[in-house]
């Protein structure tokens, strides 16, 4: 059995990757109680498809996304 949640970092301008990795491993060592042990983090990309609009007005381009999640299994 496996679990798999997404992460995303918020950091201020005057942040640093500690804050990131703190946050990491909050969520690694909430999901550790739990009983789930952390496997890998991952980036997963994924398209988004634009919008046609009416008649052509007011279309959206597609783009794309990207994010990261933490994969976790019991043990």
Known sequence: M???LPFHAN???SGSSQEVATA???LIESQASD???FVQIQELTTSIAGSSGCFGLGATPGTTA???VLIFKKP
Do not use: Q, Y
């Open 2 to 4: 496996h679990k798999v």
């Open 11 to 13: 950091i201020s301008n």
């Open 24 to 26: 990491v491993e909050r």
């Open 35 to 37: 009983g789930w042990e």
């Open 66 to 68: 990207s994010m990261s």
